[in-house]
């Protein structure tokens, strides 16, 4: 399920891109709350009283993007930056880390399971 975690064009299974989602989306919230926690312990930007209105906003920044990040680097190590197919991917990324950070990489977990571009094969 965690093999080849970190190669973006390696073709995996469903159940290989359910683990690249999981631990993808696990680093996507731990950078979020150390985040969040170092601006309220040592910037001093916000205080815990007053943190939700700034965790928020951040979450859906870093959830846009993680998604954008992730969706681009997978089509991009899979070859498909001169296919036009890939860019509906990049725009649900963007989207979904908007609406619903936690969903942001489900676009890159979906690319990983197509196979890797090769381009046109000559006559």
């Not at 696990?26 to 969040?36: D, P, Y």
């Not at 997978?74 to 908007?98: D, R």
């Amino acid at each position: 399920m965690f093999r080849h975690i970190t190669d973006f064009s390696y073709k995996r299974s469903m159940s290989q891109a359910a683990g690249f989602y999981l631990v993808y989306t696990l680093m996507e919230v731990t950078f979020c709350v150390l985040v969040i926690w170092a601006c309220v312990e040592y910037l001093h930007i916000v205080t815990w009283q007053d943190v939700y209105k700034f965790a928020i906003p951040l979450t859906v920044l870093v959830g846009g993007l993680f998604g954008l990040m992730f969706t681009t680097g997978v089509a991009l190590k899979k070859n498909l930056k001169s296919e036009v197919s890939f860019l509906p991917f990049i725009v649900m990324a963007s989207y979904l880390g908007i609406v619903a950070p936690f969903l942001a990489l489900m676009p890159a977990a979906y690319l990983t399971m197509q196979d890797q571009w090769k381009g046109r094969e000559e006559s």
